[in-house]
Structures are given as structure tokens and as C-alpha cells.
């Protein structure tokens, strides 16, 4: 089973709203990220997880906090966020990212716009 | 500087024709390639993947040609079906051991009935 799961599908928010992404994948991977993707062009890494402690944060705006609740659990909280923020938010999982040879494992992504 | 490119944009093919969808790269310490495949409103799909030790594997379907030489990967699909119209994305592992993959910028394969 190579099932990444995310929730919700779609989220419609304002500016001054706050709201949390989830991730959850059970295949016992050890890592896990965060992607933005805007129309067509390829997903933009935000955040690595790995071992629940975050290991590579790319220079993101602070309105997008992730946490690691548990091995299997990821979550993006929003808050302040601006219309140029929507856009599709991916979570994908690995078994570790220690090793560079690991594929990594799609969500079906949070649809997020922002009015 | 890494980067991960596909030659086209968009490549259309009759249905039942080979496709073949390629992509260059530039760093020559990667040394793992995959390709996704992204319908629209869906998260990339694993479709394949390549260690740099190896030159072609095959896949139902789906092959992959790694040419080490001069830096260039390639997904062909035997027999294209309609359900094959998706994005197209490679992706390399770069010379940094941090998980982060650098993907190219797509190809969208339409397949016309």
C-alpha cells in the first residue's frame, strides 16, 4: 500500500482566517514533505519531516507552520495567508530521507484558495 | 546550477502509437531519477524509477532510458491509451543527501482516439 492521504480536498479561506492541512500515510515511512504546486509547473518543496523532527525548512513564509505530531501524521497550519498562497498543497512520505535514493509518495493534495 | 528539464511541453500521440517523453538534467552527481505522472486535480503518481548504475528498466508498459553520457532520461509508453493524458514529471535526486528531489518543468502527453 503506498497510500498518502490528505485532508480536506478543497479549502476556501480569508486572509485573516486560520486553518490546518493534514497528511497521514501508514506504509511506515520515517519522512515526510510538504509541496506547493502552482498551476502548470512542478511541486516546490516547502518542509522535510524526518523522524518527526523538521530537517529542511526552504526559506518559507512564516504564515505556513508544519508539525510533526507523530510518525505518521504531518500537518500545515495557515494563518494570514495572501491570494498568491493558493495553490495545490502536496504531501508526499519516504521510507528515509538519510538515504538519497528513496522515492518519494504523493498525497492527492489540499486544493487552497484564498480570498 | 541543478536543474531538471523536459524538452517539450506537449507532445501529442494517436492512441495505440509509442510515446516517448524525454528530460535532460544537468547535475551529474545524481544518481536517482524518477518519473510521476499527475492527472489533473490528482498528486503525482510514482510511475518508475532508476538507480545511475543502471541504463534501462522496464516497467508494464513503461520503460526508462538513463543515458548517463549526456545527461538524459526518457520514459517511453508502449501502446498509449487515453488514460495515459496526464503531466509528465522527471525528477533527480541532485548531489545533496537531504530527500529533496529537483523536477523537471513537465511534458503533457495528450493522446488523441
Known amino acids: 500500500d503506498t497510500e498518502v492521504t490528505q485532508t480536506p480536498k478543497h479549502l476556501v479561506m480569508g486572509m485573516t482566517n486560520k486553518k490546518s492541512l493534514k497528511c497521514e500515510q501508514h506504509?511506515?515511512?520515517?519522512?515526510m514533505y510538504w509541496y506547493k504546486q502552482k498551476a502548470k509547473k512542478p511541486p516546490e518543496l516547502m518542509f522535510v519531516y524526518s523522524y518527526e523532527k523538521l530537517s529542511i525548512n526552504e526559506s518559507v513564509p512564516s504564515r505556513f507552520s508544519p508539525e510533526c505530531p507523530n510518525s505518521s501524521l504531518l500537518n500545515l497550519h495557515l494563518h494570514a495567508l495572501q491570494p498568491e498562497d493558493s495553490a495545490l498543497y502536496l504531501c508526499?512520505?519516504?521510507?528515509?530521507?538519510?538515504?538519497?535514493?528513496?522515492?518519494?509518495?504523493f498525497g492527492p493534495g489540499t486544493r487552497l484558495l484564498v480570498l | 546550477g541543478e536543474s531538471v528539464g523536459l524538452h517539450l511541453p506537449t507532445l501529442s500521440v494517436q492512441e495505440g502509437d509509442n510515446s516517448i517523453i524525454n528530460c535532460a538534467y544537468s547535475n551529474s552527481a545524481s544518481d536517482y531519477f524518477i518519473w510521476y505522472k499527475q492527472e489533473s486535480g490528482k498528486g503525482p503518481q510514482f510511475i518508475i524509477d532508476i538507480r545511475s548504475n543502471m541504463d534501462k528498466r522496464q516497467g508494464q508498459r513503461v520503460t526508462v532510458l538513463l543515458n548517463k553520457t549526456v545527461k538524459h532520461l526518457s520514459l517511453q509508453i508502449a501502446a498509449t491509451q487515453p488514460g495515459d493524458s496526464a503531466v509528465y514529471f522527471c525528477a533527480e535526486n541532485g548531489s545533496s543527501n537531504t530527500g529533496k528531489l529537483i523536477f523537471g518543468q513537465g511534458t503533457t502527453l495528450q493522446v488523441k482516439p
Open positions: 506504509m511506515g515511512h520515517r519522512a
Open positions: 508526499a512520505s519516504s521510507q528515509d530521507r538519510t538515504s538519497a535514493q528513496e522515492t518519494q509518495y
